[in-house]
């Protein structure tokens, strides 16, 4: 047991959940119990200390709220009567539009001070509750007492700049998490510092009031995470960092990897540890880093919603969230780029040779092939496009090819292709001023109406009738063609479809892979064209390919890039981010086992080819085997479930052990109703998964008049409390107090590469697990070892009340 001592002030209250009724009495009956009143006492005193001065604080900051916001309020008022004056002669103009940015700034600061100030209120609200759930008390070498460290969400000092509460995020709080009593060490900006651990303890802190005290040796004590663990599903996410676990603190703390996998199990705390990472690292770059900086990769939006309170519970402000589908729609402007899901649910099963084309599409291979494929291009190769106005071309593809032919090759191909645009665009700026004097521009400025004159002069005066003319002129002819500078700026002028086609026709066609299919290839994907679709497998490379040319697409702003679900993103995808996002460092979570879609990899065996295709310096990879999320039965039978299961522990939660209900057709229904209910009536949130879209349409259809169903989809953005049902790929990623999966029947479970899918619904479960089918059970569940579940028959007497 990893509890040393254990202070109860009143153990005969000590009903918190999860908290085993045998410490209870081993407490009781403790030698320190003589202490514990003392002791607690003592840290109840301190506790009221911290909070008065927290409440001090609180009224201080919030006067200095009160202020800032009259401040924004008079600086708002003062920029909007300054953006009202002197528009009409040149002069003022230029002085207005100075004056205008000055106080544009002012505005930004004074919104960023009430913002900070809000932050610290919020956060000082939290601290008042629970100003701290750690204490560490450290004894420096030379010195003959220990000194005791309180820790919390955040850093709190007196007047005096004495520390009363650390942030869990300081250096010195790494003890906590990190360090077994004895001789520990710590980084500091300082360096490498060594220090004597001599106590730790954890406090449970509700409304400013100790709960529960435990003094621990080890990095988290198992009590409190059982308590933590034991509550039943939110919502939202919480923060874990009262309980952060030794290994997830390494995932937190690593601030040197350019390339950081981490292969965990489901349930292991992936999620949680990044999100905690990216307040850790949000505090420890506070000068060079913002939230807009880092950009989190997640498997569907109800995740993203399900994440997004973490952050703001620790006081710091969300990154930027995107689903793969979603970054690249916006890249494909007009074309409908097939989702992963679309792809699950349209497309589960491949022929063997269009399974090894798509593999190749999806490999390093591809995407060097795209690399050099781009190298050997020359002038005559590339494909551009007419630019039209009206129905004509503008400018013709061989004058826009003479021009790029104009630049010399020794300048490289994204550089000559940036100056063939400004050249288009000077070119544009001379026919606009031509064009003024054509005759249909001068029929428009006769005809203008009121409206459209204030429109385009607005309050300007002109000293002669020309002037006023040139300038409506122009002003008419930049309208007429906005298209041919859309068209520039947007690099129509290449036509990247016909270049990926063209790279499809040069390129040698991979080993293995048959012409005929090859050339099907090529068909389809210019059909899908025509439907102004796109294969996901296509989207990487192609994009490559258009950014390699025109130098477009990549984004240096970003220094982080977090991929949750990493197992079903392919690495053509990981290495299109990669360029992408060139400056970020990376972060990529998954569990391959969890794979929807490919066969599982191991972990060292990924992070080798991640490492070479993402041509980073420094890679590591960390494995999370424990699983937190579910009981340990419920751990045990998923892990079951996999050939390779055993690496998996279960964190030691007690549970029922998972349902498997197998029905006759004629009862299935009723079972499955009678089901529902019992769990409805036990678990805040339950969930029915089944494995695809059609499936969880039927089981709504059965189930919308008996119960309040929701039936999720893909364009869902938040999670409903009570009964839901959804596909299994949208599950990815979250937790359901009960999980009933649907149909486990043989017929639709037969394979073993269902495993995974079933491995990945049954670790979705917090507290309890039911199996179900229609008909004969899946051998994949019922070749388990008996002990791992229970076979339950369900009473037919109630069926019938059904
Ligand atoms: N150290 C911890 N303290 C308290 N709770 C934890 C801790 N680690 C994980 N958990 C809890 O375990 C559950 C699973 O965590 P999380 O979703 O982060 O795991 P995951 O590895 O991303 O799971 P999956 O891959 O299955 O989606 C969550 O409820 C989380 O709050």
Redesign the pocket.
């Known amino acids: 047991m990893v509890l040393v001592k254990g202070i109860f002030n009143q153990p005969n209250q000590l009903t918190y959940k999860g908290f085993a009724p045998k410490i209870v009495q081993a407490f009781k009956k403790s030698k320190w119990r003589d202490n514990m009143d003392s002791e607690q006492k003592q840290e109840q005193t301190r506790v009221d200390r911290v909070v008065e001065q927290i409440k001090t604080e609180q009224v201080h900051i919030e006067d200095l709220y009160a202020k800032a916001q009259q401040e924004t309020k008079n600086v708002e008022k003062n920029y909007s009567q300054n953006a009202k004056v002197n528009m009409i002669e040149a002069d003022d103009r230029i002085e207005t539009a100075a004056e205008i940015q000055q106080q544009k700034g002012l505005v930004a600061r004074t919104i960023e001070n009430e913002a900070i100030l809000n932050r610290q209120i919020t956060a000082l609200k939290e601290l008042e509750k629970s100003p701290y759930f750690g204490r560490i008390d450290i004894k420096g070498q030379d010195e003959s007492s220990s000194e005791p460290l309180y820790i919390g969400i955040s850093s709190f000092a007196d007047q005096n700049g004495n520390f009363l509460v650390y942030d869990w995020r300081a250096p010195i709080s790494n003890i906590y998490y990190n360090g077994t009593l004895g001789k520990v060490s710590y980084d500091t900006p300082a360096g490498h510092m060594t220090t004597e651990l001599v106590k730790k303890r954890q406090f449970v802190i509700n409304d400013a009031k100790i709960v529960h005290m435990f003094d621990i040796n080890e990095t ?1 004590g198992d009590e409190l ?1 059982q308590a ?2 034991g509550e039943q ?1 939110d919502e939202y ?2 923060n ?1 960092v ?4 030794k290994e ?1 603190n390494d995932i937190i703390r690593d601030t040197t990897s350019d390339l950081l996998v981490v292969q ?12 905690q990472r990216i307040a850790y690292l949000l505090y420890h770059s506070r000068a060079s880093l913002n939230a807009d900086e880092i950009v989190l990769f997640s498997p569907n939006r109800l995740y993203s919603r399900y994440i997004s309170d973490v952050l703001p519970s620790l006081g710091e402000r969300n990154m930027r969230q995107l689903t793969l589908a979603e970054f690249f729609s916006r890249r494909f402007e007009g074309l409908s780029v097939e989702s992963l899901f679309d792809r699950y649910e349209n497309n589960p099963k491949l022929a063997l040779q269009e399974q090894a084309l798509q593999d190749w599409q999806e490999s390093a291979e591809c995407i060097h092939a795209i690399q050099e494929y781009v190298e050997q291009l020359s002038v005559a190769d590339l494909k551009f496009n007419d630019i039209n106005h009206k129905g004509e071309a503008f400018f013709a593809k061989e004058e826009i090819a003479a021009i790029f032919a104009s630049f010399p090759t020794s300048i490289s191909l994204p550089n000559r292709f940036v100056k063939t645009k400004n050249e288009l665009i000077r070119r544009l700026q001379k026919r606009t001023l031509q064009e003024i004097k054509k005759d249909w521009v001068q029929e428009r400025i006769n005809q203008i109406g009121d409206e459209q004159y204030h429109n385009i002069v607005g309050r300007r005066h002109f000293k002669s009738y020309d002037e006023e003319n040139r300038f409506i002129g122009s002003a008419i002819v930049k309208q007429s063609f906005q298209i041919i500078d859309d068209a520039i700026y947007n690099n129509y002028f290449i036509d990247a479809y016909q270049q990926y086609q063209d790279f499809w026709q040069w390129t040698k066609t991979p080993e293995g892979i048959h012409e005929e299919t090859w050339n099907n290839k090529i068909n389809n994907f210019v059909q899908n064209l025509e439907f102004h679709k796109l294969n996901l497998t296509d989207a990487a490379p192609l994009l490559m390919l258009r950014d390699l040319i025109v130098g477009s697409g990549v984004n240096r702003k970003f220094q982080y890039v977090f991929v ?2 990493m197992q079903d993103y392919s690495i053509a995808q990981m290495m299109y981010l990669k360029h992408a996002f060139p400056k970020a460092k990376f972060t990529l ?3 391959s086992e ?1 794979s929807l879609f490919k066969d599982v990899t191991a972990p060292q065996e990924l992070l080798d080819h991640l490492e070479d295709a993402l041509q980073v310096h420094k890679a590591n990879l960390i494995t ?1 085997n424990r ?3 579910s009981t340990a039965p419920i751990t045990k039978f998923a892990a079951a479930l996999l050939p390779d299961g055993d690496q998996i522990q279960a964190f030691s939660r007690d549970g029922a052990k998972p349902l498997v209900i197998e029905s006759q057709p004629e009862n299935f229904s009723s079972n499955l109703i009678q089901l529902c209910q019992t769990e409805l009536d036990q678990n805040g949130s339950v969930a029915i998964l089944t494995k695809n879209q059609t499936e969880s349409i039927a089981v709504e259809k059965l189930l919308h008049k008996k119960f309040h169903t929701h039936l999720l989809n893909d364009g869902d953005l938040s999670l409903p409390k009570g009964l839901v049902i959804l596909p299994i790929y949208l599950a ?4 359901f107090d009960s999980v009933i999966v649907y149909n486990t029947s043989d017929v639709n479970y037969h394979n073993t590469k269902w495993r995974g899918t079933l491995y ?1 619904m049954a ?2 479960a ?1 507290h309890q697990l039911s199996m179900i089918s229609n008909g004969p059970m899946s051998r994949l569940i019922l070749d388990l070892n008996s002990d791992l579940f229970e076979e339950k028959e369900l009473p037919k007497k109630s069926l019938k009340q059904n």
């Open positions: 988290v995470l933590a663990l599903n996410m919480r874990i009262s309980t952060i676990q997830q965990g199990v489901a349930g292991s705390g992936k999620t949680s540890a990044i999100l949750d679900e979570l998954g569990d969890q999370l699983s937190y999320r990815k990623g979250l937790e990945t670790s979705r917090m």
